[in-house]
């Protein structure tokens, strides 16, 4: 129990790495912020800074995830302490002790985890989230997509009711942080 615990709160700890404040603050020279949404990821990154910066971002976000979900599945082995790690790790993305609470919005952070957890759900999601974000000229469109999809494809892949759970806990998190996106949203729908 405690390696979980201790690997629970390593989790948290790498998905609390605000990547795109230090991208931008020590390699831009700028506190994004203060800049564009005053988000963190990837898309804000892209908005204010550039492609370059904001894929890095995106790369980095992804990647650390990933990884820290293989290592769980490595070292971990029980379904739900799989999911604990995860979920921690989102945590940690949206509420980074790092910067007082404030956070990311934990889309890059739960593409990684999808990705380890399953590619063929990921890719679901990459999907759904390319084509809304299209359709609609959103990301957060896509991202909210993704979201919705991403519990019950991985539900239907792994049959396990923990993934499921981890699936809905992940997706209401993430749409839980998109609130101030789908207000803005639903106030330009009621103007046209």
């Known amino acids: 129990m405690g390696i979980i615990l201790a690997y629970g709160l390593f989790s948290y700890l790498v998905g609390a790495i605000p990547t795109g404040y230090l991208i931008s603050k020590y390699v831009a020279h700028v506190n994004i912020q203060n800049h564009g949404s005053g988000n963190m990821g990837a898309t804000n990154m892209t908005r204010v800074l550039g492609k370059k910066y904001g894929f890095l971002t995106l790369a980095i976000d992804v990647s650390k995830s990933y990884g820290v979900v293989k290592g769980a599945q490595h ?3 029980l379904d739900w302490a799989i999911c604990f790690s995860a979920a ?3 945590l940690g993305n949206c509420y ?6 404030r956070g990311g919005k934990g889309v890059a952070t739960t593409f990684g985890i999808y990705g380890a957890l399953s590619p063929f759900v990921c890719f679901i999601g990459v ?9 609609i000229k959103l990301s957060a469109a896509g991202s909210l997509g993704a979201a919705v999809i991403f519990p019950v494809a991985l539900y239907m892949e792994q049959q396990k009711i923990m993934y499921g759970v981890l699936g809905f806990i992940l997706s209401s998190i993430v749409i839980y942080r998109h609130k101030k996106n789908i207000h803005d949203f639903m106030i330009k729908a009621k103007c046209i």
Do not use: E, N, R
């Open 75 to 77: 070292f971990l082995f």
């Open 127 to 135: 999907g759904v989230y390319g084509i809304l974000a299209w359709m």
């Open 88 to 90: 921690a790790l989102l």
């Open 96 to 101: 980074s002790v790092f910067l007082k609470g």
